[in-house]
């Protein structure tokens, strides 16, 4: 098991720059997410670590071997595809028992490297020794597999290949695990599920794991930290909280999480409060800031509905409903405010109305919740 | 150091090992029989970088060289007669097989003609049987013995109705024994067509036919001009009908660059001649692909559609009869043949005087050794076609390997006999005197069908994804070791159908056997071309039923396994 150090890799296809001065310190036992919207660079990343990409600069560490001039398949990262890759000629167990099959061929002569060719070609006519046969077995009932040991893969669901393909890569017993959005072929349900088995088995093997994604509330739900990605660049690493709550960029705002984001112009600033204008409005806002020119980002869930009775807060704003929408747990209104129509978020409790399209409302918002940006 | 390293990888050396044969058993004779057509005397370039000797020879040879070879096409009326003459039988050939494929496509494509899937599975068999067969069945029909000549003659006609030897003769074997690969593009090409172009020349009140010729016909003539340059160059290659039927006056390419070699050892007439084929071939082959590339039938657009089907009595009822005539000839042919294979005697009668097995005993005791030497020398180009086609097709589509998927294209352009000649002059002497070998034959067959075969397999290569591969190195295994676990055992199907095809042209080929196997190799089809020569009729006809049969029986093995891959 070991950390991950990637110093200012970067990587050209003919050309076009898709990977730009990425760092990363991914420490041992860490679960490692690598979010951005398609075709920012996660997957390019992730194959020069694996070794099937050669960066065009820059350096990737592994525990404390550089492995830049390491082949692929000396790597030992475990990696689940996409696409699990599973071997359709192969049962089950045949799939998980590769590796293990590979670390025998490399440690036998020319005769025993012919047996193990042999088992590999079709496991019917040379038996597995007993100790793969035990580590197969075993890692199939963590991942509770045991009974589908010698079924085709073709045969399985979505959710058991994707079990398989865990397994296949755990077997090895690798220094990284790598994931390439391993949950984005699963239905709904299943990848719920998915999620919770996947951070368990991390946090029982303790290993080192890099989990790419485009979806936010996954990489959020999962990981240790996330990094942010856009156009082959770090946008910001952090924990999940740390993302949310502080956010270095508009994108980011956007990207984790809603936002109501409007750009405003700082009046001044005094007592501890920074006063921006919007459009015809001021709103106040605990944090400082150098720039004339912001963006003013504020989370859904933290403006408030009033009642008519609440005496004035700071930041007060008269409202129109355009859309009410029920979601469950809370109410998600639309409320035009000047020129702007911002996003609210209301917990619901049972017995609770829900305001209607036209209505008109009073928000406010305490100014330690207004990001500038 | 660095690229020694990433060079002598396990897969890195069998790479090279692909590229040393391909260079060394097709580049190399092709560049040798090039330079022979200069110097008159076989030379020895791998022996010249092995020996110093051999160098000065080779060196001695090339300060001899001369021009009067090729001076000797223009002057000499021998060589420029045969290039006229074949070039003159093709274009005849691929001209007429055109005419005839028109009105059968369209039958088969737009009408409701009768027996419309008779006469489509008909069209089938000339594709099975070797031209040598054909031809010699024609001779046994046409000839001055045939059922034929006895039919003509009793209705009042004198001597022959058609001299099977001569180049009418073998036109029409080569027409009738063609067609098929013209038909089958052309009838997709008809069916295909462009289905919102003809609606909208029937909605303003076009005839169906008139449709057919003022729309559809139009868009398919590039495509059919590609399919005549096709026939063209199968015309052109084929050696199996000239060698059979050829007068002695008449002078053909394959047949002169044939007794160029096999009669007098004139290296350097059959060198300059096997040049001539080759260039020709390979100028139609260029043709081809500049002036058609991207214009075959499948770049018309349009889906297939349910288009109504012209059912005019009159209309349908001459297509059939006119694909039917087609159609007979062939089988009549076989059917011929079959019955002299059972034929006590056969004189000049419309049927045989008696009936009897005994010309296949005889095969199955004394020639058994023929059927044998097929068997195994077809096996040994299986083998050797799988391992190299295997390897071919994942150095092409998985490392983009540009030179050797164009070096495995030039065995179609080579006609048959200009490569056995090529391969006869490079290997006949030390340090690898392999003329005259089994091996050397192996060899030969392989080349020359390896390109199909790889077809498949790089077919199957691309089907299998890029990351199944990449999971089995993540896992550890080395390149070569993901070939043999993971990709090889993945592309059997796609193997298994192209080996049977291998396998199936192998026993088929006729050029190289002739020219190449030493006799106690001698396969089947040299025997029955010896038994053909020295009007062995009987045998003959029974050893090609026997050829016919394997190769029916193959091919529908091959046909099922591809039907169950696709499915
Ligand atoms: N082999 C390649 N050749 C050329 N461009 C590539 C290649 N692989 C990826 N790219 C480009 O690199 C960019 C990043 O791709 P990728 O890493 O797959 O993004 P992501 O996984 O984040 O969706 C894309 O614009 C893609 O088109
Ligand atoms: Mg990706």
Partial sequence: ?373 | MNWLKQTFTGIGIVRLLVYAFFILFLILPLVSVFLVAFTNEPINLFGSLISLDTMQTTIEQFKNATLDNFKAIFSQGHYFDALKNSVYLAFMVSVIVLLICVPIAYGIARTKMPFKRTISALCTIPLVVPTFISAYAFIIMFGRAGWVTYIYQALGGEGLLIDPYSMTGIAIVQVFFFFPYALWPMVAAFKISDVSLEEASRNMGAKSWLTFITVTFPLAIPGMLSTALVIFSVSFSDFGTPIILAPTDLNLLVVEAYREIAGFFNWGGAAILTVIMIAVAAFVYWMQHAFFKGKNYDAVSGKPKQIKLNDNKALTISLSAFSGFVVLVPLLAMGTVFLQSIATTWGKDPLPNGYTLAHYKTIFTSSLGNIQNSLILAFGALVLSVIIATFVSYFVVRQNAASLDFMTTVPLIVPGIAFGIALIQTFNTAPLQLTGTAMILVIAYTIRRIPYMIRSTVGTMQSIKADIEEAAVNLGASSLTAAITVIGPLMLPGIAAGSILVFVTVIKETSVSILMAPAEWAPMSLAIFQNVLRAEYYSAAAMSIVLVVLVIVLQAIANRLTSKQSS
């Fill in chain 1, 1 to 373: 098991m070991g950390s991950v150090v990637v110093e200012q890799l970067t990587k050209n296809f003919s050309g076009v720059t898709v990977l730009q001065n990425i760092n990363l310190d991914i420490k041992e036992g860490e679960f490692f997410a690598l979010l951005g919207p398609s075709g920012c660079g996660k997957t390019t990343t992730m194959r020069c670590i694996a070794g099937f990409e050669k960066p065009s600069s820059g350096t990737i560490k592994i525990g404390d071997t550089n492995v830049n001039k390491l082949a692929p398949n000396q790597r030992n990262c475990g990696m689940v595809f996409q696409s699990y890759a599973l071997f359709p000629h192969m049962n089950v167990f045949d799939n998980v028992a590769y590796s293990l099959n590979i670390k025998h061929l490399r440690k036998s002569n020319v005769f025993k490297k012919l047996g193990v060719y042999t088992r590999m070609l079709n496991s019917k006519i040379m038996k597995y020794p007993k100790d793969i046969e035990q580590k197969v077995m075993d890692i199939l009932a963590y991942v509770e597999l045991t009974d589908h040991a010698k079924k085709l893969t073709s045969e399985l669901s979505g959710g058991q290949q994707q079990r398989v393909a865990l397994a296949r890569a755990l077997v090895m017993e690798p220094d990284v695990l790598l994931m390439d959005e391993p949950l984005s072929n699963l239905d709904l349900k299943l990848r719920h599920t998915m999620r919770n088995t996947i951070r368990k088995i991390q946090q029982d093997l303790k290993i080192t794991t890099i989990f790419v994604t485009h979806d936010q509330e996954e990489a959020m739900s999962m990981a240790d930290r996330v990094a942010v990605m856009k156009d082959g660049e770090i946008l910001q690493i952090g924990t999940p909280t740390d993302l949310y709550s502080n956010p270095k960029t508009p994108f980011i705002a956007d990207f984790v999480g809603t936002s109501n984001i409007m750009p405003g112009t700082v009046l001044n600033r005094e007592n501890g409060m920074t006063t921006i204008q919007i459009g015809n409005q001021q709103i106040k806002s605990t944090l400082a800031t150098e720039l004339q020119e912001v963006q003013v980002v504020i989370r859904p869930e933290n403006i408030n509905v009033l009642d008519e009775k609440e005496a004035d807060y700071d930041n007060a704003f008269e409202g129109i409903i355009q859309v009410a929408t029920y979601l469950g747990s809370t109410v998600r209104y639309d409320v035009k405010v000047g020129e702007h129509e911002l996003v609210v978020d209301t917990t619901y409790e049972s017995g609770d109305s829900i305001l209607s399209t036209g209505a008109s409302v009073k928000l406010s918002v305490s100014p330690e919740r207004v990001l500038l940006i």
